[in-house]
């Protein structure tokens, strides 16, 4: 059973940074998909950014320009650095990897950005 383990959560003010973290429990290369997806409070869980085995990556465009997805296969940890945060940021983030028919989630970690 694979498991994604985030880290790197926390409360932030306004115009902060914060550096998320996904372990997965098995090899990275093993997943043709990785993301990071969010859900606030009263709202569905929408996907933040995504990375591909191949690199390619997606952003949602309330976070283009701030936020960077990358892969580190050698870790087996897939980053999301999240740079002048907004009150809107505000949410549980959780990782997600798309493997052969399956798809798994972690748990989540919450990120506040205050005003």
């Known amino acids: 059973q694979v498991q994604l383990v985030e880290s790197g959560g926390g409360l932030v003010q306004a115009g902060g940074s914060l550096r998320l973290s996904c372990a997965a429990s098995?090899?990275?290369?093993?997943?043709?998909?990785m993301g990071w997806y969010r859900q606030a409070p009263g709202k569905q869980r929408e996907l933040v950014a995504s990375?591909?085995?191949?690199?390619?990556?997606y952003y949602a465009h309330s976070v283009r320009g701030r936020f960077t997805i990358s892969r580190d296969n050698a870790k087996n940890t897939v980053p999301l650095q999240m740079n002048s945060l907004k009150p809107e940021d505000t949410a549980v983030y959780y990782c997600?990897?798309?493997?052969?028919?399956?798809?798994?989630w972690g748990q989540g970690t919450q990120v506040t950005v205050s005003s």
């Open positions: 098995e090899s990275t290369i093993s997943f043709r998909y």
């Open positions: 997600n990897a798309h493997g052969v028919g399956t798809i798994y």
């Open positions: 990375i591909t085995s191949g690199g390619s990556t």
